[in-house]
């Protein structure tokens, strides 16, 4: 496809034309999906890259009288998507779906920080100590100089707080 085949194309696909889109996907898409693999080395990457070039041709915004190599500029075009797509795929942490914890009931909303508001200081540090940090409540009593039976009704307040806080 010449250089002014490639500007009638753009011009009728800017109106519309579906026909144009065909003629352009036709003529290039293989092309620009094998500078995608090479480059991003991911067939999938590389079809949405293709794709993603192909679709911004409808929207062209640069003049199209201008262009002078339609080869050049669905290179550019494709390099461009795929430094985009990588850009964005460096500040993404890829997640395992099935990890991904799903609230099942109004009461699973909680958050740490919520439960940690209704406790006092003393509260909230044998919680943690407790549930974060695993320490035992014989180890918690002993380094705090407070008996065991004293420690277990703290904690037995704290976990009498957090039920109430669920029950709302």
Known sequence: MNTEEFKRLLEKLKQGDKRAL???????????????????RNRDLAYDAAMNVIMKLIYYPGDIDALRNPAGLMITMTKNVINDDFRHRSFCTPVDQTDLYQATGPFESLWLKDILQVLTKEER??????????RS????????????????RMYHRVKEKIKFIYRE
């Open 137 to 152: 409540l014989r180890d918690i009593a002993k380094q705090q100089n407070k008996s065991y039976i004293a420690i277990r």
């Open 125 to 134: 540090n044998l919680f943690l100590e407790h549930t974060i940090w695993e």
């Open 22 to 40: 065909e003629q352009l996907y036709t003529e290039y898409f293989c092309k620009i999906y094998t500078y995608a693999l090479c480059k991003a």
